[in-house]
C-alpha cells in the first residue's frame, strides 16, 4: 500500500523537475538565511541563482559533522527559535551532541516519510504500532511515533529496554507491527522463546527494524523467531531521523527506497567526493530539499552503499543497498579492511552458527589483530570437536571471502551481550582502552 501513491510512483522526468525547483528554492534560502552557507557560496564563487538543475548538485559543497559541531548547538539553524517546534540531537561518541531542530511543517514532513515507511512495511491505517525505538533526544521514538499517527495506526510509546514490560504488552496489547532496532528485535525473540511464550498467541505481523546495520542474517533470525516480515528504515538525526528510506515488504533484500523528493540521495568516491555511477559502492550523502529550520547541502552521511534504480519497483525513487557500515567504523586489520556486516554475512553461511557474534580488535606490539566470537545455534549439541571445527571453518571463510586472519572462537548459547533496548555495540576496540 502507499501512503502517498502519487508521489511514490511519480515518473522520474517529473520527480526530476520537482527536485530541480526544490535545490533552486533551497540554496537561495541557504543562501539568505545561515551565514555559513553563504560564506562558503561566496567564496566558492556559486551564485545560488544560477542553481537551476539537480544535476548542479555536483558543483556544491559538502557538509560535515564537523561543520555541525562548529555551531553547535544551533548555528546552522535557518529559523530563529521562536520558529522552533522540536529540537532532537543524536549522542556522538565524544563530546557534545549533534543538535538538529525542527519546524512545524518539517515535523509535518516527518510524519509524512516515515507514514510512506510504515506503510510500504505493511502497517495500515488501524493497525496497533509497538513502538520500541528509544523516545527523548533520539529521532527514532518520535520519529516513527509521528508517522504511525500520520498514517493512522494507533501507537504504544513503549520505548526501549524493560524487556519484561515489554513482552507483557505485546501479549496483553496485541500489536500488529513492531518497530526497534535488529539487535533488540533478537533480543525480544529469543526472550520470548526463553519463556516458552506461545508466538500463535501474539498477533504482530510486521517488524521496521533499523538505526544500525544488519544484514540478511539478523533477518531470517528475526523473521523466524517472531513469525514476521522484517524491513528495513534507515535514517539520521542531520536529515530528519528514522524515514529517509524504506525497503517495501514484498521486495525485501532488494533495497530501500529513498523518499528522494525530500531528501535528495548521491554517492560519492571517499576520497575524491566525486559522484559515483548506479551501483557503485561509496559514501552516501544527503541534501534536505524541503526541510525549513535545518537544511543541509550534501551532508557526508560517512555511511557505505550504493544506490540503484528498480524498474521492477512500482515505486519509482531510487533504492539505496543495506549499509554496509559506516567509513569510521571500518576495520583495518593488516592492511585488509573490513566491516563487520562482512562476518555477519559469512555467519550466515554455517547453520551451526547463531547470529549473535562480537568483533574485538587488540593492539600486539604494532600489529592490530581481530577476534570474533560467534555463538552456536541454541539447538545445536555443544562438543568442543565440533566448536573447533566449526571455528576453523569461519576462519578460512573469513581468509577466503574478506582476506583477514583473524581468531575464532565458538561459544555457547547466551555468551555474547544482547541488544539492552537500543543500538548494539557490535565492535569491542581493545585499542582505545
Ligand atoms: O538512528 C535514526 C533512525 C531511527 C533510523 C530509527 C532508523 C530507525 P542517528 O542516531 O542519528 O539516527 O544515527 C544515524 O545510524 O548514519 C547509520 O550509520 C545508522 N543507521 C540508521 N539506520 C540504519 C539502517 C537514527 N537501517 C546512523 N541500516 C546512520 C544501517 C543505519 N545503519
Partial sequence: MFFNPEIETLPLDKLRKLQSQRLHWLVNYMYQKIPFYK??????????????????????PFTRKEDLRNHYPFGLFAVPREELARIHASSGTTGKPTVVGYTKKDLQIFGEVNARSLAAAGARPGMMLHNAYGYGLFTGGLGMHIGAETLGMSVIPVSGGMTDRQLMILQDFQPDVICCTPSYAQRLAEEIGNRGIDLESLRLKYGVLGAEPWTEAIRVDVQNRLKIKASNIYGLSEIIGPGVSQEAVEERGTGSHVWEDHFFPEVVDPDTGDPLPEGKEGVLVFTTLTKEAFPVLRYWTNDICSLNYDSNSQRTHIKMSAIKGRAD???????????????????QEIPELAAHYQLIVSREKTMDTLEVKVELEPNVQESSDLKLQLGNHLMKKMKDNIGVSARVEILGHASIPRSEGGKLKRIVDKREM
Fill in 39 to 60: 560564506q562558503l557560496f561566496d567564496e566558492k564563487g556559486i551564485e545560488p541563482k544560477s542553481i537551476n538543475d539537480i544535476q548542479d548538485i555536483a558543483q556544491l
Fill in 329 to 347: 567504523d571500518m576495520l583495518i586489520i593488516r592492511g585488509v579492511n573490513l566491516f563487520h556486516t562482512q562476518v555477519e554475512e559469512l555467519i
